[in-house]
């Protein structure tokens, strides 16, 4: 089935640093992608998405690039913020269908220090 | 965006009684609702899936007599821990996607539940 590998947290940078959290996925097929955010006390809340291979989504200065070559969604950002301290998930294949399962890796922890 | 409401936000129960969480879209119709239980460390563990009008789809290791899923309407979902223990202790996240609407799930802000 549909799945994704996420790269392992906890990851502590300073503040404007340079962000990468790797996300690889295999699919049938080429479905939807997703990035969530969940701060403290949350629930999960979409950061950005891309449709199909070679687009881009972006989103408060969030990346993130569908590779269908790699079969890769690696989140960037060229400069993290304090409030960007929370947790990501990189999302399995999109729903595209009722009853598809949605499932979830642990995450990554970012933690942004100043 | 979509908007998904879950209620209570928080909850403190004792030991052997029974916790009924909602789980609302507020602006689409749902047809399919997930429940999921946060462990620490933030995995995400789903539960079950729900479809509007059938039975819920439980995962392999979720006792369904315990965790107790009805979605009777496009817009409610309703999970309810019975008989609930201190390791019960959790937080239940729903989501709510609407295929061929939208390509994403939304989710709830969480319930915080506490068996004391």
């Known amino acids: 089935g549909d799945s994704v590998t996420q790269m392992e947290g906890p990851v502590t940078l300073s503040e404007e640093a340079f962000l990468t959290i790797n996300c690889t996925y295999t699919?049938?097929?080429?479905?939807?992608l997703f990035w969530y955010v969940q701060y403290p006390g949350e629930g999960l809340q979409l950061l950005l998405k891309?449709?199909?291979?070679?687009d881009k989504g972006s989103n408060k200065g969030f990346e993130a690039t569908y590779r269908k070559e790699t079969t890769s969604f690696h989140l960037e950002k060229g400069s993290v913020q304090v409030s960007d301290s929370a947790v990501y998930f990189c999302?399995?294949?999109?729903?595209?269908?009722?009853?598809?399962?949605?499932?979830f890796g642990t995450g990554t922890q970012l933690k942004v220090e100043l | 965006g979509a908007v998904v409401s879950q209620h209570p936000s928080w909850v403190i129960c004792k030991s052997g009684t029974s916790v009924k969480i909602e789980c609302r879209s507020l602006?689409?119709?749902?047809?399919?609702m997930f429940w999921y239980r946060q462990f620490p460390k933030q995995s995400l563990m789903l539960m079950a899936t729900?479809?509007?009008?059938?039975?819920?789809?439980?995962e392999q290791g979720v006792e369904k007599d315990k965790f107790l899923i009805n979605h009777a309407s496009l817009t409610l979902s309703t999970l309810t821990v019975t008989s609930a223990h201190p390791e019960d202790s959790s937080f239940y996240i729903c989501?709510?996607?609407?295929?061929?609407?939208?390509?994403?799930?939304?989710f709830g802000q969480g319930t915080r539940l506490t068996v004391v």
């Open positions: 989501s709510a996607s609407a295929p061929g609407v939208y390509t994403e799930a939304f």
């Open positions: 699919a049938t097929g080429y479905p939807s």
């Open positions: 891309a449709t199909k291979a070679d």
């Open positions: 999302a399995p294949p999109g729903v595209t269908g009722g009853g598809n399962k949605l499932t």
């Open positions: 602006d689409f119709q749902a047809t399919t």
């Open positions: 729900s479809n509007e009008g059938s039975k819920a789809t439980y």
